[in-house]
DNA sequence: GTGAAAGCGCTAACAC
DNA sequence: GTGTTAGCGCTTTCAC
């Protein structure tokens, strides 16, 4: 046995709602409802128990909130694995989004791989987490069954499994396919290729889709010949860049469908003493952080994180205060012109 | 009143430890002995409970779990922001190494503004962390007095206070230096320049030191004109690199005391059509995942994030379990060969 | 509008 | 070696 009874607590650890109640002269249940703002507390009462909250430095214990509530006021955050310079940006912007509302965040980073996906939903599971974001972008496989089994409302990205308790963040690359084909065709180029994944992940896919689609509208066909098949990474621009260059006939432009995959273009070109934006123009995808320190600096189709981490914290919010949840969300690009893209070698 | 006393819960919700002493016939402090791998525990009963556990799917709820027993099993994590890519990598690898010994991670990325400070240091507070791992390569500043205040066990990288509580990672430059130096050497090498950054945060100071003392040790003196200073970043190696183009006296390499810094150079350097490595070596410092994705690739001074993460956890660990406390724990680093650095052009 | 008391799921005395 | 039970810090009935 600890301590008989509630005796005041006269040691110098954290004080509990007890202590605060003592200090206020009020009880607990006046201090929890104070603390909570719930409208049903005297104003007068309130101050007195803000004061001794203030002065004691009092901090509700999460745990024990949870535990009586049934509610975590955690959300959980699955991404891809962290090698995609997009990642991490993305989850500061969803913490920083989450704590806004007094909610912690999980995070958890996965492959595609069993046991990785087991331990994840297991932490999510046994930290009672309210709402789960999916940030895979598509790439969520196995996980979808497991995640939907457990009941949790959720929020995807650009696909989602019919589901009532899931929402998707759809991002409309069709704009951002099209403000990039008509940014360089304004600019005169004619002859552009395309640096492209294969279909993993399937967000890849859809931005390969868009740049067509956006191309025959403008009236610049793409010719098969000119659609580099390469990953989605620094390493894939690297070797998209080096298919062009041993072909012996360059494009005017590069669209791709990555930041990562337009730098290592970027790269490999510059090494071959190709002179961007001078010989060659380069778009990226995403708009990444890097973006504006690589040299040139990028031209870069947005899809701005503040804006994703937002609107998935809403919708998973929707979902969790029963405000009749919202199925679909779409969200914008903007094109951010920077040095990367110029005239063509030839105008 | 939620439910009567214990009644059997039959309701279609989480297993409770009351379930399963049920299931497995047993008393609840024997789920419990046996779940928490007591050694007191009869092997038969054991198995028994851990039968009904899997049966039931039983998670034990670690709000429960920190609510009784004072410790959390989370551990905090702070780092300085994001955009260093050094920094998603280790939060990955400390993830990794904390999971595997049951820690939870609450991660805060901070910069060095006083709001965002307070308030990591209240979810830290709030959720009764167990102990802290500050990885902000001694650029904590401000924190420092309020994580010490906080009393739990703590450990550094780089630089710490004096502190019964914590610890520190002392990364060896000094080895990494030499290394990369005698590496440079034994390649022909005289004319190095140092692309270094200020003094903040404190690591790079440490680093360039190390450089100067390794120099001087394999008698290749390095010029004042030779230290070039820059931020240890992307962007300042787009700046160190302009500056030397700019003199028109280009050293046959360049030591990085950052891979972000190096490839900013390597960047620059190929956009002005001079060839790396023919035409100049580059050294980075961190081995980020990305130094093996440039073009060329970059050869590099390693310093293991795994190696970093394995030793802070097993750091806490320490002080958590009583056994005396290691004050200060060496890291090693290793030179990582790759294809940025070769024979100076004039030889 | 306020207080008393039950109990969230679990661990750790303590009694057997 | 096992079971019984108090209580971690909090929210939430329910009675006033």
């Known amino acids: 046995v600890k301590t008989t009874a509630h005796q005041p607590d006269t040691t110098t650890g954290r004080p509990d709602i007890r202590a605060v109640a003592r200090a206020a002269k009020v009880s607990v249940s006046t201090v929890s409802r104070a603390v909570n703002d719930k409208a049903t507390v005297n104003p007068k009462m309130a101050e007195r128990v803000w ?18 509530s049934g509610r975590s006021r955690i959300l959980g955050l699955i991404v891809s694995e962290i090698t995609d310079p997009m990642i991490p940006e993305l989850i500061q912007q969803f913490e920083e989004v989450a704590l806004r509302y007094r909610y912690e965040i999980l995070t958890a980073c996965i492959s595609n791989d069993n046991e990785h996906i087991a331990r994840c939903m297991r932490r999510m599971a046994a930290w009672n987490v309210d709402a789960i974001a999916i940030m895979t972008f598509g790439n969520e496989g196995l996980l979808v069954h497991r995640i939907l089994q457990h009941g949790v409302p959720t929020v995807f990205v650009d696909t989602a499994p019919e ?11 069709e704009q951002g396919a099209r ?19 294969p279909a993993r992940p399937p967000s890849v ?13 403008c ?39 990555s930041d990562a995959c337009a730098i290592g273009a970027l790269q490999r070109l510059s090494h071959a003493a190709i002179r961007v934006p001078q010989d060659i ?5 995403d708009d990444i952080h890097m973006a504006q320190m690589t040299f040139p600096s990028l031209t870069s189709i947005q899809i ?4 994703m981490a937002r609107t998935a914290v809403c919708a998973l919010r929707r979902h969790l205060e029963h405000r009749s949840p919202v199925r679909e969300y779409k969200l914008h690009t903007q094109l951010i012109v920077r040095q990367s893209t110029s005239v063509p070698r030839s105008g």
Chains 1, 2 share one sequence.
């Open 205 to 217: 896919g859809f931005r390969l889709a868009a740049f067509g689609k956006a191309a025959q509208e």
């Open 219 to 257: 009236a610049i066909p793409i010719a098969e010949s000119r659609i580099i098949t390469c990953d989605p990474t620094m390493q894939g621009g690297i070797a998209g860049a080096q298919q062009l260059l041993s072909s012996n006939d360059l494009p005017t432009a590069i669209l791709c469908t």
């Open 163 to 173: 589901h009532g308790n899931s929402s998707v963040l759809r991002i409309d690359y």
């Open 304 to 307: 701005s994180r503040g804006e």
């Open 51 to 68: 004061k001794a909250v203030r002065e004691l430095n009092y901090l509700p214990n999460p745990q024990a909130r949870a535990l009586v």
């Open 179 to 197: 403000q990039a084909i008509e940014h360089l065709a304004a600019l005169g180029h004619r002859d552009i290729a395309l640096m492209a994944g």
């Open 281 to 285: 123009s380069i778009v990226g995808f």
